[in-house]
Structure formats: C-alpha cells, structure tokens
C-alpha cells in the first residue's frame, strides 16, 4: 500500500444461515447469506512504537509495545506469507497475555484474535507496523449473525492490504464509486486468513460465517466450497434476538461430543439436513426462474423446510425453551421460525411471504417486543468485504465516535 497512507477503513457484513448449521461442520451443504448489519473497522498510523485496539461492544481498550510483541519467539520469517494458527503458536499467545486455556470471555478471544492477525502479517522488511485499530459493529456480539467472522475478516483485508500482501482496491478522483472491492484472488486470501482468526472464536469453524463476510450475497457451502447463487428469490425475513448468550465454540463442541457418541443415529440426520438445504436450494431456483408468478405453493414449501429444519436443530440439542417460544409465538400468527447460527439462543429467523399482511408483521413484531426480544424486518444479500473511498452520510453518523476528522 502505498506508504502516504493514512487511515483506511473497512466493513464487513453479518449473515444469517438459511439452512444448514452444524451439519456444514460435517462437511454437508449449508446456505447463508449476508446481512444489511456491518462491522466497520478504522485503522490509522501511530507516530510511537506500540499497536492499540478499541473494541468498545466488548469493552477492550489496550495496546502493546511492538518490540514486545516481536520478542514472541514464534514470529515466522516469511514477511509476506501470513502464518497459519498452530496449538505453539496459540499457547504463546496465551502466555505473553496470561490468558487462560479455556477462556471463553469475549474480550480475551477478540484480544487473542487480534494478536494472532496481527502477528501473522508482517511488512516486507519483517516489521510489525504501529497502527491503531477502532471498531464500530451494527451486529450483536455472540448472537449467530457472524459477528466473529466480520471482525475477523475486517482486520485480515486491512492487516493484508497495510503490509502489501493484497493491493488497495483502486480509486480514481472523480468516481462515483463510494466503496472498492478486492479481487477474486485477494478476497481468496482475506477469508483464508480470516478462517484461521475464526478457529480462535468457534474451536471447528467450518468457514461459512467468514465466507459469507468476504463474498457478500448467498453461498452455497460445502467443505469449504463456495458457490455463489445468483437466482435466490428476495427474501423477508424477521430477526429476533433472544438476548441470550451463548458460545458457538461450546456448542459446536457439544454437537461434536454427541455426534462421536452416536453416530448411527446422528450420521442419518445429517443426511436429512442436507436433504433439507438441497430442497430448499431447488425451492429458490424454481421461484426466480417463475418469479412473477410465484406460487404459494413455493412458500409452503419453504415453510415446511423452516419447520423440518427447526425440528432437525431442536433433535441434535441446539434449541431451548426461548427459541422454541418464539417458534410457537410466531407460528400462532400463522408465520415459521427456525433458528439461526449455533442455537441455544442467539437469534431467530422467520419467513415472510410477500403477501404477510404487514399489519399481521407489525402484531407479531410488538408480541415479541413485548417478551423482551429485540425484532426486526432485515435485508439480505449485501456487498461483502469492502474499502470505503467516501462515507455515506448514514455512514458518517455511525461511524462519528470512530473518526475524529472526517
Ligand atoms: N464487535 C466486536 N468486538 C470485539 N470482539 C467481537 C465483536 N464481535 C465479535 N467479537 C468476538 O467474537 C466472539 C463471538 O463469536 P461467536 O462466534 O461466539 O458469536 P457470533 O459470531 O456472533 O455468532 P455465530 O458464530 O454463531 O454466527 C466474541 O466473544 C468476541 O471475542
Ligand atoms: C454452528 C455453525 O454451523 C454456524 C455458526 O454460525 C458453526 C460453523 O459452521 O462454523
Ligand atoms: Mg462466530
């Protein structure tokens, strides 16, 4: 990057998964596509020799001398070939911050994130930079909408392009291009990084969250192969936030637990999740190549698969009495609700159909409010990855606790 450079900052969005979650650890087909929430992540160049990060949704305010930093003694000798996570290097950094093994405090796996991207990438010359790192997030923290993978792909696209290892997408003066977007290549090596940040925060992640956050749009993934699907039908979907915590690391290690357990019974049921996101994947197609005359008939479908798949999740132990609560809520109105991400709370989608009668929506929506659950209609299918050359002003206001000098 060129070394005139500044400031630069860099979003990333949220996902839902449609289908598919925890069976896409087992190497099946899942499908997620991107939402209309980001991170949004600021890094500028420090005058001293120290790194800071401000992560304030998870209350982490530090920064690091860089000459400590260099003292671990696992920093790699390949400037530009980004390290891969290993057990050695893990416990180093565990160490260097007297972090405990389990730890599954937010703060402390954004800060071993952090580090270990930060490590990993060096400039041509071998050097940690001073830089300072700010980080506003549109997504909840923990609640299966991927808020890990944007970080995570926020801070490899920015580390990656401030050490030169990727290029700046370009901007020409006079542009109405408001963001850039980094090549098929350069985006390939973003996620792959990225993927590496995200074992820190899920233990196995299969790398669909982070997939989604580099590309944007809907995937198709399976075994870490991403499909782009272009015909997928405008969905609506409701978003309800439990507000209950829970860790994607644990539960997908429980998952895990169970599977090895008993895999006469759980193997056939991850054949029925993919049967289920393969149905539904067919279901899309049919509703765009006839988009004008969708039938009914397709949504119904949809609804069944929202059902069954509900009911899939609800079998392997990922569900619990809030989300099945706001399965029933939602299913009185006449509406179908699976959950989404890791389970055992998190968030909730539910399927709209275009003719919902929106005053139908807006009851259903006060009834969840009104259980204490946050609830919101959202867009899917945004850009992923991006430079920002010029803030919207949406864009400013959010980001004005971020960025002192506009
Ligand atoms: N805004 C943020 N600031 C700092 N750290 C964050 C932020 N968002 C996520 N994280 C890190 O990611 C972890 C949450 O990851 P986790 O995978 O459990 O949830 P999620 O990504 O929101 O949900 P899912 O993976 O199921 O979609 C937090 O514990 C924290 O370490
Ligand atoms: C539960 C899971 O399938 C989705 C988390 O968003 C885990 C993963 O794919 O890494
Ligand atoms: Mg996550």
């Known amino acids: 990057m060129d070394s005139n450079w500044k400031r630069i900052i860099i979003s990333a969005p949220g996902k839902v998964i449609l289908h598919g979650e925890h069976a896409v650890v087992y190497k099946e087909p899942a499908i997620a596509a991107s939402l209309d929430l980001r991170s949004y992540?600021?890094?500028?160049?420090?005058?001293?020799?120290?790194?800071?990060?401000?992560?304030?949704?998870?209350?982490?305010?530090?920064?690091?001398?860089?000459?400590?930093?260099?003292?671990?003694?696992?920093?790699?000798?390949?400037?530009?070939?980004?390290?891969?996570?290993?057990?050695?290097?893990?416990?180093?950094?565990?160490?260097?911050?007297?972090?405990?093994?389990?730890?599954?405090?937010?703060?402390?796996?954004?800060?071993?994130?952090?580090?270990y991207l930060y490590t990993a990438i060096q400039s041509k010359e071998g050097e940690l930079s001073p830089l300072?790192?700010?980080?506003?997030?549109?997504?909840?923290v923990g609640a299966g909408l991927g808020s890990s993978a944007s970080l995570s792909v926020c801070l490899s696209a920015a580390l990656l392009t401030v050490h030169s290892v990727i290029e700046q997408p370009c901007?020409?003066?006079g542009d109405k291009v408001i963001f850039g977007q980094w090549s098929a290549l350069h985006l390939e090596t973003i996620n792959k990084l990225a993927h590496q940040a995200e074992k820190i925060m899920h233990g196995n992640p299969s790398g669909i969250d982070n997939s989604v956050a580099t590309y944007g749009g809907a995937i198709r993934f399976q075994g870490g192969n991403i499909q782009k699907i272009d015909r997928i039908p405008e969905l609506r979907i409701l978003l309800t936030n439990t507000k209950v915590p829970r860790s994607t690391k644990a539960l997908v290690a429980d998952v895990r637990k169970k599977y090895d357990k008993y895999p006469e019974i759980f193997?056939?049921?991850?054949?029925?999740?993919?049967?289920?996101?393969?149905?539904?994947?067919?279901?899309?197609?049919?509703?765009?190549?006839?988009?004008?005359?969708?039938?009914?008939?397709?949504?119904?479908?949809?609804?069944?698969?929202?059902?069954?798949?509900?009911?899939?999740?609800?079998?392997?132990?990922?569900?619990?009495?809030?989300?099945?609560?706001?399965?029933?809520?939602?299913?009185?109105?006449?509406?179908?609700?699976?959950?989404?991400?890791?389970?055992?709370?998190?968030?909730?989608?539910?399927?709209?159909?275009?003719?919902t009668d929106p005053v139908r929506v807006e009851e259903?929506?006060?009834?969840?409010?009104?259980?204490g659950?946050?609830?919101?209609?959202?867009?899917?299918?945004?850009?992923?990855?991006?430079t920002h050359f010029i803030l919207t002003q949406n864009e400013q206001a959010l980001l004005k606790d971020l960025i002192t000098v506009l």
């Open 41 to 115: 992540l600021c890094v500028e160049k420090r005058n001293d020799d120290k790194v800071s990060v401000q992560f304030p949704d998870v209350k982490l305010a530090a920064s690091w001398n860089i000459q400590d930093l260099k003292k671990l003694s696992i920093l790699k000798c390949d400037p530009l070939e980004p390290q891969p996570l290993s057990e050695e290097l893990l416990s180093s950094l565990r160490e260097f911050t007297q972090q405990k093994k389990d730890t599954t405090d937010p703060k402390d796996l954004a800060i071993l994130a952090f580090l």
């Open 373 to 386: 659950f946050d609830c919101w209609k959202t867009g899917v299918g945004g850009p992923g990855v991006v």
């Open 364 to 371: 259903v929506q006060d009834k969840l409010r009104s259980c």
């Open 267 to 355: 193997r056939p049921v991850m054949e029925s999740f993919r049967a289920v996101t393969e149905k539904a994947l067919e279901t899309y197609r049919m509703m765009s190549r006839d988009s004008i005359n969708v039938t009914t008939d397709l949504y119904s479908v949809l609804e069944d698969l929202v059902d069954i798949n509900q009911n899939l999740l609800k079998l392997i132990g990922v569900s619990n009495s809030t989300l099945e609560q706001i399965c029933q809520l939602t299913s009185d109105y006449g509406l179908h609700t699976k959950l989404t991400g890791a389970g055992r709370g998190g968030c909730a989608i539910t399927l709209l159909r275009p003719d």
């Open 171 to 173: 901007y020409t003066d």
């Open 132 to 140: 300072d790192f700010k980080l506003m997030s549109q997504l909840p």
